[in-house]
């Protein structure tokens, strides 16, 4: 389960996940992820619950992932992020759907 910040290790590349807490308490927190990879210096991606209920964000080297990583060292699936109401922002390592783990691991 995902607080309000975390860094997370993949290959070479870093992500900064951020829960964004919502003013208004009825209303679910959002997740932001920074991206610092070669190519990709403080890219910014908002995701909110609404959208993440039935469809995961999938994290690697992947043409199908939301976020792409070009690290020789992730895999195609390196990780899951998703949102449940009774648990909040979820990461899971791997890919969630074929239930089969990335080769390498998150930190």
Known sequence: ???EHHLVNIGE?????S???EKDKNKEPGLCVKVYSELRIGELQYFYPE???VNEIYIGRGKDCMIVL?????????????????K???LVDGDLS??????NGTW
């Open 13 to 17: 590349s870093y992500l900064y996940l």
């Open 51 to 53: 959208n993440c209920y």
């Open 88 to 90: 909040g922002w979820v």
């Open 19 to 21: 829960v964004m807490q």
């Open 70 to 86: 070009t690290d020789h060292l992730v895999s195609s699936h390196q990780l899951t992020i998703f949102y449940s109401r009774p």
């Open 98 to 103: 074929n239930h089969r783990p990335s080769t």
């Open 1 to 3: 389960m995902l607080t």
